[in-house]
């Protein structure tokens, strides 16, 4: 049974550095999120992952590849943990889509859960896909710690779900952090979030979604 839940953010790309949003789009990691991929694989290898599910977005299956160089296994791409598609908004840092699409905007914040980004998703929408993805990765006997390898708003619209939304709602998700959950008699409890300690010195960035931001 699957006691223990280690999850992954991806290495940083230009995208992160200039705050745009990035959805589906295949943008790939810059050097320093290479960087931050090999010190995550280097943590990996002694945490006793017994499997790694990836996102199947290109910097979420680059920063794969490095923690797969450490491990014993290869790690599964599953096209549900992908990060909030965003349609119209792809590229756009959080003053563009405000300045650029106002009332699309205004109905964003009015509506932060069931609003639907024109040519992607609502909050809803990827909260409900994450939670089919992982009972079907912990109902899988896979051993007692897997790994969870997405992105920003994809794990914490999960964790919303699995823990105490106050909890979440106390942290960011920084580029290569790792936040892990364990299971108890009620559920999920939190263990560590937002943990940056293995990048060793290396920065690392968060994005803060824009219904929090006001």
């Known amino acids: 049974m699957v006691r223990r839940v280690v999850f992954i953010r991806s290495g940083e790309t230009d995208w992160n550095k ?49 923690l797969a ?28 889509m ?33 939670h089919v993805a992982f009972d079907d990765l912990v109902g899988r006997d896979a051993g007692e710690t897997i790994g969870i390898l997405s992105h920003t708003a994809a794990i914490k619209f999960l964790l919303d ?11 960011d998700l920084a580029n290569a952090s790792v936040t892990t959950i364990r299971r108890n008699e009620d559920g999920w409890e939190l263990v560590a979030a937002d943990d940056k300690t293995h990048l060793e010195g290396l920065a690392s960035s968060s994005v803060t979604e824009p219904e929090e931001r006001r």
Do not use: C
């Open 18 to 66: 200039q705050g745009r949003w990035q959805g589906w789009v295949a943008s790939p990691l810059n050097i320093h999120g290479k960087r931050q991929a090999e010190a995550l694989g280097r943590f990996v290898r002694n945490i006793g992952l017994s499997a790694l599910y990836t996102s199947d977005l290109r910097r979420a299956l680059q920063t794969a590849e490095a």
């Open 69 to 96: 160089a450490q491990l014993p296994f290869d790690p599964e791409p599953d096209e549900r943990l992908r990060e909030r598609a965003v349609g119209l908004w792809q590229g756009l840092t959080v003053d563009e």
């Open 161 to 171: 779900d699995l823990i105490s939304a106050r909890e979440v709602e106390d942290f």
């Open 98 to 130: 405000e300045s650029w699409y106002p009332e699309e905007f205004a109905l964003l914040l009015e509506d932060r859960e069931q609003y639907i980004i024109p040519g992607g998703e609502s909050r809803a929408e990827v909260r409900e896909r994450m």
